[in-house]
């Protein structure tokens, strides 16, 4: 089944720690996303990239790093310079501007 | 900075109405719009896209409509069903400029659909 396959589901991060979320799509869709979302704030635009190895910020980029050196995984790193990671993280991929599809999810907690 | 706004931000209605869920937005170069639904704790399933030189987009009881002019696009559930019960949300996709590509999201609408 094609799909976009985000891991872990769930995912416990302590104070000061960098914490990696991984997004895998066997699409063939060229453009992949980040997203945060919070309670009452919808969605947020973290990263996003049109092609391997080139990656633009998002709105809310700061305390966040992604890589993307295959077309299918667009790994986000949550560093400790982000000061409220607790949210859910949504990824995304899409052919170009075409329609975008999305992953089931990570929640992450700060604990 | 492109701004949607969507309109409820609650609705319930008892099963077999139909129903308006509306989206307003700012962009004046919209490129597409893409309605999704999304169940507590789960991701977003698109539901219709509408690119920006379309008026309307039909799938099963579901239709969308998008009005550039006045920066509006609602989508229209017939017949509704204690199924249908998820919140909704609207995305608009710039076509130009620094924000290239850039998916912006409303805060969406939460359904419920009373049997």
């Known amino acids: 089944d094609g799909g976009i396959t985000q891991s872990p589901k769930y995912l416990f991060r302590k104070e000061g720690q960098n914490v990696t979320l991984s997004c895998e799509q066997n699409?063939?869709?060229?453009?992949m996303y980040w997203y945060r979302q919070d309670p009452g704030q919808g969605l947020r635009l973290i990263y996003y990239?049109?092609?391997?190895?080139?990656?633009q910020k998002g709105d809310i980029a700061e305390g966040y790093s992604v890589s993307r050196e295959k077309k299918e995984s667009f790994p986000l790193t949550v560093t400790s310079a982000q000061k409220n990671p607790t949210a859910f993280y949504l990824c995304?991929?899409?052919?170009?501007?075409?329609?975008?599809?999305f992953g089931q999810g990570t929640r992450l907690t700060v604990v | 900075k492109q701004e949607v706004t969507q309109i409820p931000a609650a609705l319930s209605v008892p099963e077999g109405e139909n129903l308006v869920l509306n989206c307003s937005f700012t962009d004046s170069a919209i490129y597409n719009l893409q309605w999704f639904r999304q169940d507590p704790g789960k991701g977003l399933t698109s539901l219709l896209l509408i690119q920006s030189s379309q008026r309307e987009q039909t799938s099963g009881r579901l239709n969308a409509s998008l009005d550039k002019s006045s920066g509006r696009s609602t989508l229209y559930i017939a017949a509704s069903q204690p199924g249908d019960s998820a919140t909704y949300l609207c995305?608009?996709?710039?076509?130009?400029?620094?924000?290239?590509?850039?998916?912006?999201f409303g805060q969406g609408t939460i359904l419920t659909v009373h049997p």
């Open positions: 995304a991929s899409s052919i170009g501007q075409g329609e975008a599809f």
């Open positions: 699409l063939n869709h060229d453009a």
């Open positions: 990239s049109q092609i391997v190895n080139d990656f």
């Open positions: 995305a608009e996709r710039n076509a130009g400029g620094t924000s290239y590509g850039k998916l912006t």
